[in-house]
RNA sequence: CGGGAUGUGGCUCAGUCUGGUAGAGCGCUGCGUUCGGGACGCAGAGAUCGGAGGUUCAAAUCCUCUCAUCCCGACCA
């Protein structure tokens, strides 16, 4: 390809609206433009890099024996009534209607569809397993996009799904899906860490997601620094406490104590001149509907995933003013688990076992209680694992040191079950002819954000640094003939040999000075720059740059193919990579 | 949805406080010079200052409403 024909339109200053800058990075190189609010247009240079992605993520699909489809982006409501998520997926379902006033949304994802398809076609434990995977656009209306590809409202994804007759079908699908992800992005270049994910209500320990490691991930991984723990910071499990035996028998009676004005755990604990970890934090939620509220002590965090979870609802939100005041009579920040409304059922978290004589709300404004013992002043439904795991906590699973990094996640792995085969009527009949649910997983990779996270991960002052897998071209060959024609004739006859060679080369043939070239040529990021310039001419040689290192070498003309091969070789490989 | 900020040529911004002829740099067009790290000179094109309403002799500037974009939050009692 001839830069000269090319439609590249670079950036010399960073555009006000981005603030990370693998967004900065995508506008300056001119490989998106906005719309509108997470909203992009995919420009020539952009478009070619998600499709290198999409390319690998195919690949990788294929060869595990996933069979590609293409689903409508535009789904009846019907579906998405029929499992519920109509009600459910709330305001991020784009909705809209047809001439005829009927409802439809834009595809989110696809587990409707799919199902529909396949209970439609598939009947037999005999076409059993399959799996169908799509690349293609989906729309989710964020409650806030931000950052530039990382989080649009319209995207490119890759789902798949898988159906299979039995328990250990399923799992073997599940891993076989883990297996070509770690695959695919192996092959991408990127720097990234399988977690355990929380599955949600749907349960079973089998959900996992790709993390790319980058600071500025929206997501936090706990791993452990000597086994191979490694968990979303949602999912990651706290050890519980060893059993202390408490004795409440002597604990004061409870007392209250007028607290004005303190609302906060910290202004509790000055107010009363305690520290946190004395304090019994309650929090009231809503799931599915329903109040529950949930202990913590003080100087922690509910996590609210595991309290959801542990109700076994779909949905959990924070209550609000109003029924906080409903619940407990007080307004916000005196909810206590003693004297609260009996028809909320009080889960807490195991630490709280380990000791007693805790300072509580007092269900009563400006006031609190000391000398609550849980098990004497109030009933709690269940202790479980509730908080969230903070660094200094052992690791759940070897009781070593862990630590916290940032992650952006570019894939999930999911086993569904019967979630929706069950509400879909997606049945099949099994060898003795009995009508079963078949047994679904689902697995998605964002390739529109793979493109953004890569980006993060290798970027310096100039610009991008691609890997080169992934890169919008491979090698940048920089003609600086300017007037010299026997420069640029040299340049033609290389451009001709590197596609006979089958490299992936952008000509950079352009009238323009030396300095435009080489910081446009940096900014957007080619793996390989190759310099032909009059001197070097007359040298017989040609500087090879690696964009990623820095590092220049000269390759002689006389030899070109080979010691291009050669080079280019080691760069794949420095990458980690392998030449194709 | 709550809080904050910003909307001025294609891009990045100044001008707004204190009302009085709409600016700069980059980019773009033409001509010339230049040609190994985002060149220079000259000549141009391009903006009813996000939109609507209001105050005023006069509004980018003040007031009201509205729209858009970005950031923070929307769990810590």
């Known amino acids: ?46 478009l070619r890099s998600i499709n ?35 009600e459910y997926y709330g305001k991020e379902l784009l909705r809209f209607k047809d001439r005829h006033d009927r409802d439809y949304c834009l595809g989110p994802t696809h587990e409707e569809v799919i199902t529909d398809l396949v209970r439609g076609e598939i009947k037999s434990y005999k076409q059993l397993p399959v ?15 931000r950052f530039g590809l990382m989080r649009g409202r319209e995207f490119i994804m890759k789902d798949a799904y898988s159906f299979d007759k039995d328990e250990a079908g399923a799992e073997e699908s599940y ?10 992005f192996s092959r991408i ?46 999912k990651a499990k706290v050890k519980a406490p060893a059993n202390a035996s408490i004795d409440e028998s002597a604990v004061p009676p409870m007392e209250e104590v007028a607290t004005p004005g303190a609302h906060t755990v910290e202004e509790v604990c000055d107010f009363l001149k305690i520290s946190a970890d004395k304090l019994v934090k309650t929090m009231l939620f809503v799931v599915d509907g329903k109040p529950v509220a949930g202990l913590v002590r003080g100087d922690r965090e509910l996590n609210d995933v595991k309290l959801r979870n542990l109700v076994g609802g779909n949905e959990i939100e924070l209550a609000d003013e109003a029924l906080v005041r409903k619940l407990t009579g007080a307004p916000v920040g005196f ?56 660094p200094t906590d052992a690791c759940p699973e070897c009781g070593g040191k862990i630590e916290f990094t940032k992650g952006i996640e570019v894939g999930h792995v999911f086993k569904l079950g ?61 003609s600086l003939g300017g007037k010299d024609q026997d420069v640029a004739d040299k340049a033609e006859e290389l451009y001709a040999e590197l596609q006979k060679l089958g490299v992936d080369v952008a000509f950079d043939d352009r009238n323009e000075r030396p300095g435009v070239k080489f ?49 280019r070789n080691r760069i794949w490989n420095n990458w980690g990579l392998q030449t194709p």
């Not at 339109?9 to 506008?27: F, G, N, R, Y």
């Not at 891993?175 to 695919?184: E, L, V």
């Not at 980006?455 to 310096?460: M, P, V």
């Not at 310039?533 to 007359?538: I, M, P, S, T, W």
Request: net charge negative; glycine share 8%; charged share 25%.
């Open 175 to 184: 891993f076989s899906m883990f297996n070509a992800y770690k695959a695919a």
């Open 335 to 390: 909810a206590g688990p003693a004297g609260l409304d009996p028809e909320v059922p009080v889960y807490a978290d195991h630490e709280l076992l380990a000791a007693t004589d805790w300072v509580a709300g007092a269900n009563k404004g400006d006031a609190h209680v000391l000398h609550l013992a849980l098990g004497r002043d109030c009933e709690i439904v269940k202790y479980a694992d509730l908080r969230v795991i903070e």
């Open 418 to 478: 019967l979630k929706y085969s069950k509400k879909m009527e997606a049945t099949f009949l099994d060898e003795n002819g009995k009508s079963q649910y078949m047994i679904m997983g689902c697995y998605g990779i964002g390739v529109s954000r793979i493109v953004a996270s890569a980006i993060e991960q290798n970027n310096d002052e100039n610009g991008c640094c691609f890997p080169p897998s992934i890169a919008p071209f491979e090698v940048c060959l920089i």
């Open 1 to 46: 390809m001839r830069l000269s024909r090319y439609y590249i339109p670079t950036l010399k200053e960073d555009p006000a609206d981005a603030e990370v800058v693998s967004h900065k990075l995508l506008m300056r190189a001119g490989m998106i433009r906005k719309l509108t609010s997470g909203i992009y247009n995919y420009l020539p240079l952009g």
């Open 189 to 234: 270049g990127l720097r990234f860490k399988p977690v355990q994910a929380d599955s949600g209500a749907i349960g079973g320990d089998f959900s996992h997601e790709f993390m790319v490691l980058a600071e500025t991930g929206e997501d936090t991984i706990a791993s452990c620094l000597h086994c191979d723990f490694a968990a979303n910071l949602e």
């Open 131 to 145: 799996n169908l995977y799509q690349i293609q656009t989906k729309f989710r209306d964020e409650i806030r996009p």
């Open 52 to 86: 290198k992605v999409g390319q690998i993520v195919r690949e990788e699909m294929d060869r595990a024996g996933a069979l590609e489809v293409l689903l409508p982006m535009v789904q009846p409501a019907d579906l998405w009534k029929e499992t519920g998520r109509w």
């Open 519 to 567: 910081a446009e040529a940096d900014l957007i990021g080619y793996p390989m720059q190759l310099v032909l310039g009059g001197k070097g001419l007359k040298n017989g040689i040609i500087e090879a740059k690696d964009r990623k290192t820095d590092e220049k070498i000269e390759l002689p003309l006389d030899t070109f193919a080979a010691s291009f091969a050669d080079w």
